[in-house]
């Protein structure tokens, strides 16, 4: 997934160098390694340019643009924001291997370390959670084609895929996540891969 345009960061961020490589272009060779063959959902303008799927006007309708374009004889499907450059070949296993082990879903997830306060629309606090119960997600996100193609058939809306596949009743489960599979979300972000890229961090 590699259509977004970036409102937080200030410019598509899938674009920007890191080690003179584009951060889609280290996402999508790992993807590659790990996979049968990898579908890249991109702006309008390089999709064309570039060979891939048009993107939608959302992530999920970006992803269900990609999900037209991934053969119907494939039994496993992996959705993965080029956002996180870093995620490894052992992380596409895990959750893959989790799938083929009964799961309709698995997504790699770390634990939550900070407390997390749910609040009402005027800010104040509604409730604490117990963060033991609660885990923060990544991609890759790998799931059986058929429940990713149920749980997106009536073209709904979640900022992950697992969340969409859940809500249709199936399993989804959590393997360990990796620190080093951070998302770019803001030039901070990028500074810290970059250094990562120099061996610095």
């Known amino acids: 997934m590699a259509a977004g345009t970036g409102s937080r960061f200030g410019s598509p961020k899938q674009f920007s160098l890191i080690n003179e490589r584009r951060i889609v272009d280290w996402a999508v060779e790992t993807a590659r390694v790990s996979s049968d ?12 340019r570039e060979g891939g ?6 992530r999920s309708a970006s992803v269900r643009n990609g999900l037209a374009a991934v053969p119907n004889e494939a039994t496993i499907i992996c959705v993965h924001d080029a956002a996180r450059p870093f995620a490894s070949e052992f992380l596409f296993d895990e959750v893959i291997n989790a799938v083929c082990a009964g799961a309709d879903g698995a ?7 900070d407390t997390i306060k749910v609040i009402d629309e005027n800010k104040n606090v509604v409730s604490t959670p117990n963060r ?3 885990v923060a997600v990544q991609t890759p996100q790998a799931f059986r084609a058929r429940a990713l193609r149920v749980a997106h058939a009536k073209n709904p809306e979640g900022t992950d895929d697992a969340t969409l596949v859940e809500n249709n009743g199936f399993k ?7 620190a080093l599979n951070r998302k770019i979300t803001t030039p901070d972000d990028l500074n810290w891969a970059r250094a990562v890229s120099r061996g610095e961090v």
């Open 37 to 48: 063959g990898v579908v890249v959902v991109l702006p309008a303008e390089q999709a064309v």
């Open 53 to 58: 799927v048009i993107g939608g006007a959302t």
């Open 107 to 113: 997504v790699p997830a770390l634990p939550v370390i």
């Open 132 to 134: 033991r119960e609660l």
């Open 172 to 178: 989804v489960v959590v393997v360990d996540g990796d």
